[in-house]
């Protein structure tokens, strides 16, 4: 994938995208809003159970998945997208979500999800963010950099057990630079690196998000309602 | 594997303890069904197990709670169920609290009239009177505890539990006495062995019933819990979301009022179903939500608080002062904004970026105070820093302040916590 979001669409063929939410009006609205020359929703679903069928008989290159949803075993979005690991790396899964709380976000991120946006995001971001995890690239909301920075501790120098729970100053820094509302452009301009080298980063933060067996990070997200 | 074993209403033949089984253990009906029968036929042991299940497993139905009324009706209802269960309370609770005192007092009164008796000359018996008093005594103990049992904790509830022992403890004691009056030592015993005899029967056929009125009751406290959070439920969507609404169709004309009471609306509730409240109030993410609250519900423009750590102190007032007046700049000329506050043992720091087109700030005038007074000069006077860089890209207004010395232990204690 190139650098920026717009060169990558030009001449390739649309995504194909299924729409995962339990409100048939917000759904509707979504797919308006999706930029029709770059996008195509192939389905949609409004529960755990048929979003995990319909996922599994279209093979969308990216779900956008709502983080509450009813039926299955109670789990949301987070069971689906545990429920259609066998099709990675195919298809990917962008948490979107007008929760906030942490531990819903973070239980989606750590089912696989490569991204998450919240619902509030305009039409043309949500339709960048697509095709940024359609490339197999990570998209984090300031919200979600706020999230990793609190949970893996703000402070550059922090002695941990594990490799993973540690994140390395880079990788703070670009956080950091997300969570005052950077793109990755400007997040590379400002750190005189390649926006490639950004979103690398962006995407070892989201391993380590979702390896990081420390249990801290499960205790942290219950500890914070809301941020 | 079904989650808790119960007893299903449908597909019964006896009282569904057969169905309720297979349903849990996951085998077919008709096994579970030739095995209990068999184990009936064999040594007996197949009907005690099934009418133990009885006993013990719960109908299906008193596991789940009727949903009740709908919300608005709950609230009236649930409210009167509330105060008349209260009312009630109160009353026995008064009769009791006093039940020692008059206990104490029916006993003086008792052997006062007894040894009055006496020196009246009547023959007392006090081989009648004794055992009498002493069963009386156990009745009232045993009694006493009945209301006060429910509501104790647990350290309470152990010691009223072993007064109830107690009291049937001299009840039985008492009684025994009396009997040893009238009958020899050995019928006694064989009376003994009867009376026990009889009673376990009774309870092997009075303990079905009261364990069902038991879960019945539990069951019903449970809904009341429910009910009455619904109506708590109720009562705050009444006030907020409700006349939102209304406010939002008066004024469906102006898009910009129309979003700033849905965002208005929308932080309410979200502090409503998600904030925790046990947890402090006053620490650096509350104070820059509650600025950037204000700040949006006047001017429209929506301002997006991001946090990590966290902080709390009046040392926090300056740089909370330069971000507000950060967030009005920023709302004022460019649109939305986002805030990302960061508190680390040494330090705190607030960005405040815009994607507006950016300013030249030597070409403010000096008398504009906004800028260069009360965020810059705010945070020098602190001890912190303040930086604005600005262009086509946007402004970012960048603050640090150092944690004071005698408040880095604070500062750390509150990142951790």
Redesign the interface.
Known sequence: MTAGMTESTAGRAPVRVVIVDDHAIFRTGLKADLDPAAIQVVGEAGDVDSAIRTIHEVRPDVVLLDVHLPGGRGGGGAEVATACQDLAPEVRFLAISVSDAAEDVVAVIRAGARGYVTKTISGADVSGAVQRVAGGDAVFSPRLAGFVLDAFGTADVAVRDEELDLLSARELEVMRLIARGYTYKEAARELFISVRTVETHVSNVLRKLQLSNRHELTRWAGERGLL | MHGVLTRPAEGRIIAGVCAGLARYLGLPVAWVRIGVVALALFSGVGVVFYAWLWIFVPDEHEAVLTAGDPVRGAAEQTREQVREQARSEARWGAVLGRGWQVVFGVVLLGVAAVLGLQVLGVQVNWGLIGPAAVVLLGIALAWLQLDTLRGAGRAGRAGRISSLVLGLLLVMAGVLALAAGFVGTEELWLGLVVAGVILAGVVLVAAPWVLKAWRDATAKSAALAVQTERAEIAAHLHDSVLQTLALIQKNADTASTVVRLARAQERDL??YL???PSRPTGSL?DRLEDLAATIEDDHGQ?I?V????SATGPWLDPVLQASREAMLNGVRHAGPV?V?A????DAVEV?V?DRGPGFDLTSIPPDRLGIRESVIGRMERAGGTAKIITGD?GT?VRLHLPVPEENGRNGEEGRQG
């Open positions: 979200r502090q998600y904030q925790d993410t929506p997006e991001v946090t990590a750590g986002q990302y960061e508190a680390r043992p960005f970026k890209g970012e």
